[in-house]
Nanobody
Framework: QVQLVESGGGLVQAGGSLRLSCAAS????????MGWFRQPSGKERVFVTA????????HYANSVKGRFTISRDNAKNMVYLQMNSLKPEDTALYYC???????????????????WGQGTQVTVSS
């Protein structure tokens, strides 16, 4: 099974940028479709974006479309989330997730993902 570790979170002012990284170990990342989810304090975990195993297809939540970009480097076993034009409502604990590849399009449902990281906190000040 694959282990996931997120990094890159922090405190940033509104309008700023952050890049989150998700490092995979224990199994080659090319076997997995990947997703990013976030959970604001006291709220449910929600879908942010996902990418198929080979990067051929991506999908974004409407709330981040045009501001966030997911990418992956299978050779490095890494997945990235570039976040631009950050807003205070983007404040949350961000999770990287993996699911065994095989779907034609990225999956948005959290229960479909088998493996999760511990999360990295992103805080956007106004």
């Amino acid at each position: 099974q694959v282990q996931l570790v997120e990094s890159g979170g922090g405190l940033v002012q509104a309008g700023g940028s952050l890049r989150l990284s998700c490092a995979a170990s224990g199994h080659t990342l090319s076997n997995y479709d990947m997703g990013w989810f976030r959970q604001p304090s006291g709220k449910e975990r929600v879908f942010v974006t996902a990418i198929t195993w080979n990067g051929s297809s991506t999908h974004y939540a409407n709330s981040v479309k045009g501001r966030f970009t997911i990418s992956r480097d299978n050779a490095k076993n890494m997945v990235y989330l570039q976040m631009n034009s950050l807003k205070p409502e983007d404040t949350a604990l961000y999770y990287c997730a993996a699911m065994t590849k095989g779907r034609a399009v990225p999956v948005v449902a959290a229960p479909e993902y088998n493996y999760w990281g511990q999360g990295t906190q992103v805080t956007v000040s106004s």
